[in-house]
């Protein structure tokens, strides 16, 4: 614990050299890439440790995005933004943590309420359910234009977003899922993943299990929508795509399943290629370059190291630093 | 202390179960053999409810409590004391030996004893202490089984169902896992045991059912099968 602090500070002290330093492009830059981080470590605890395959990131973000941004909203100009919000809310205007708090809230009653019928299930039906939840959202926010303005999505959202937030956000995703990995937990759901029907031999409560790692990651990734809104001041149905779905599934399986170190390295490498391809694909006029590329990096991955960066484990020096008793 | 009455249970559309009936009392190891294909492992899935009856009833008799099985959860019935250790070494690869010893103790309500029995489970297979940081999918076939079993035991089981726990041994680690299973049944454990060694399984058991095309074709006291002119022909490669 006292390693995890020192850890916690020295992520502190990076950041505020960054808010001294670094220009506004590369504090946007620098938040997004967090944001990432905090999506990627968050979809772990499905795709990494419990050895589900969801999909659903974008539409949790999309809906703890779009009850943030209404929250936060300024109240005079809700009038004509949002007419068909109740009177009650449309006076109101939140700061952003409790917007971010019940935006996350949101998208986890969201994520029981798919996760409840589908996770019963075996096989990729979690993949299928979630692909169409991110698809039937985005249908939604189109067509509830009272509350959203539609497809022309909100803009104009105050930038509550900063360093800051976003550091502290992350740093709790990856202490949570941490926690959740090293506890017994953290083995009933990696038991559920290497071996399904002997860990519901052995009383694992393989519904029970999996909904918690699902909902978890849902609310983060609610939380994560709302930080990004605040971040880049706009959202729109189509902010949090497919293309983003498979942007993280991607950054998992580098990384290897289900080590958090491996999220978080191959998240910030690849978030930060994608960004340095953008200059590249304008040049050249080939855009869509950094997916080819992206898409490139699994083929590749998959061939030479099925288990990612670290396999599932976290690498010998990381682990040795925060835990201190022998593994 | 179990108690399977006319039990139906299909496989998808196929009806593997066709009305058995069979009980196992306290403190027995009753054996359950018969060919490939016959219902054995059906029959262990449909009580710890991985499968669930089409018709016909499951009992478990418990501190004078009569429970039936086929309307609870797999996890809910491990709580009762009823563990099914599955067949073919399922043990989960890429954690370690130790971490998969503890799963097995995951659904224990009181925490306490369980570094007790984890020494009691290294004491009957000394091998898993030696190798309790390495993967299990590292160990050998004959080494994963003991795990199988040791983890089970970690669950505190009251009955234990044990499925081919002989699959694939060596004949030396054959004894080794029929003698903890003998240990195991004379510390209180009642086991049912399905077996395709049907020799070992009769030897060791206090009765035994033979299982045909999902119906029950023999029953008896073990001796009583051994001696069996049909069983020594069919399962004991004896020709009569």
Known sequence: ?327 | MLELVDLHVYRGATHVLRGISMTVDEGEVVALIGANGAGKTTTLQTVSGLLRPRTGEVTLRSQGRRIALAAQAPEAIVRLGVVHCPEGRQVFASLSVEENLMIGAYARRQRTGIAADLARVHDLFPILAERRAQRAGSLSGGEQMMLAVGRALMARPRLLLLDEPSLGLAPQMVETIFAVIRDLNRAGVTILLVEQNAAMALELAHRGYVLENGTIALSGPAEALLADEQVKHAYLGIAG
């Open chain 1, 1 to 327: 614990m006292g390693r995890g602090l020192v850890a916690l500070g020295l992520g502190a002290a990076a950041v505020a050299v960054m808010q001294a330093s670094f220009n506004d492009y590369l504090l946007t830059l620098a938040s997004i890439i967090l944001i990432n981080v905090m999506l990627t470590t968050s979809l772990s605890l499905t795709n990494g440790l419990t050895g589900l395959f969801s999909l659903g990131h974008p539409a949790f973000m999309t809906i703890g995005g779009y009850v943030a941004a209404i929250l936060t909203y300024p109240a005079r100009r809700k009038g004509f933004m949002m007419p068909e919000l109740p009177e009650a809310l449309a006076v109101q205007q939140w700061d952003l943590l409790p917007s971010l708090l019940v935006g996350g809230t949101a998208a986890a009653l969201i994520a029981v309420l798919v996760g409840f019928p589908v996770l019963r299930l075996r096989g990729h039906y979690l993949a299928v359910a979630t692909l169409g939840l991110i698809i039937i959202v985005k249908v939604l926010v189109n067509n509830m234009d009272g509350y959203t303005r539609g497809g022309l999505g909100l803009n104009g959202l105050p930038q509550l977003t900063n360093l800051w937030w976003v550091f502290g956000w992350t740093a709790l995703s990856i202490i949570v899922c941490w926690r959740i990995k090293h506890s017994s937990l953290g083995r009933t759901m990696m038991a559920l993943r290497e071996n399904y029907m002997a860990a519901q031999c052995m009383g694992v409560s393989a519904l029970g299990i999996s909904l918690i790692a699902f909902v978890t990651g849902a609310f983060f990734a609610g939380v994560a929508g709302g930080l990004m809104a605040h971040l880049i001041t706009v959202i729109t149905p189509g902010t949090y795509s497919v293309v983003l779905a498979f942007n993280l599934v991607v950054m998992i399986v580098v990384g290897g399943n289900g080590s958090l170190t491996g999220a978080i390295v191959a998240t910030v490498i690849l978030s930060i290629a994608s960004e340095a391809l953008r200059p590249v694909e304008e040049a050249l006029e080939l855009y869509g370059l950094s997916q080819v590329i992206l898409a490139l990096c699994l083929i590749l991955m998959l061939i030479y190291r099925p288990g990612g960066l670290f396999g599932s484990a976290e690498p010998a020096l990381v682990r040795r630093w925060f835990t201190r008793r022998s593994p």
